[in-house]
């Protein structure tokens, strides 16, 4: 059973269109997570959300990406003007129920820029 | 900052041969250390992982790790590899901060068993 499902789990959109990437927590926690795979690459953290704020940010989350939580349980990753170097997989995680110090990351959602 | 080097990108190796997948950290404070495994096309699978403890950790599929403080390192093995291993390695580090944690990956390792 995957920790968060994420969805979709593909996704391709022209240059310039809107993204939303969706992730849902399987059981009720705190922190939660987006990390980008360029296809070859490493794993990136993108930015970290608790509480619903965000709680740090790296320096590829600029003005173009935002995160929410809308209702309290999708966790989501939007994306306004997709770009060609967007391509990549976006990967959903959680921090377990302290005392855990372990993330738990998602299956992926695979988007392709074209 | 927490940093991960995986020196090695690629390691070929026989199948039933042992294998070492080598991993150092960069921290100044406390750590936790994971290993994660991806299968082709998939998404991230904890495979390890070293909180606090014994140095020696056992993950799943045979593969243990030791927690080497004095040499900043944490090394992944499994004495007799299989077919199904083949996928990438990818090293973490995690600083002790209170109740936020944020992993940080390596570059990642591709384990290839040849048959």
């Known amino acids: 059973e995957p920790e968060v499902t994420q969805t979709p789990s593909h996704q391709v959109t022209q240059m310039g269109q809107e993204v939303i990437l969706r992730c849902v927590p399987i059981?009720?926690?705190?922190?939660f997570y987006w990390y980008r795979q360029i296809l070859g690459q490493k794993v990136e953290f993108l930015v970290s959300?608790?509480?619903?704020?965000?709680?740090?940010k790296s320096e590829i989350f600029d003005d173009q990406f935002s995160v929410e939580r809308p209702d309290g349980s999708n966790f989501t990753l939007k994306i306004r003007s997709t770009k060609l170097e967007d391509s990549a997989m976006y990967f959903c995680?959680?921090?377990?129920?302290?005392?855990?110090?372990?993330?738990?990351f998602g299956e992926g959602s695979w988007l392709t820029v074209v | 900052a927490q940093s991960v080097t995986q020196l090695d990108s690629q390691v070929p190796v026989f199948e039933e041969a042992p294998v070492e997948l080598r991993c150092n950290y960069s921290s100044s404070v406390s750590v936790y250390l994971f290993w994660y495994v991806q299968y082709p096309n998939q998404g991230l699978q904890l495979l390890l992982k070293y909180l606090s403890g014994s140095t020696l950790v056992k993950g799943i599929n045979g593969f243990e790790a030791e927690f080497n403080k004095s040499q900043t390192s944490f090394h992944l093995r499994k004495p007799s590899v299989h077919i199904s291993d083949t996928a990438e390695y990818f090293c973490?580090?995690?600083?002790?901060?209170?109740?936020?944690?944020?992993?940080?990956f390596g570059t990642g390792t591709k384990l290839q068993v040849i048959p």
């Open positions: 959300f608790y509480n619903n704020e965000i709680s740090e």
């Open positions: 973490a580090v995690s600083e002790d901060g209170g109740g936020y944690q944020k992993v940080t």
């Open positions: 995680a959680r921090l377990g129920t302290p005392p855990e110090r372990t993330i738990y």
């Open positions: 059981s009720n926690h705190l922190y």
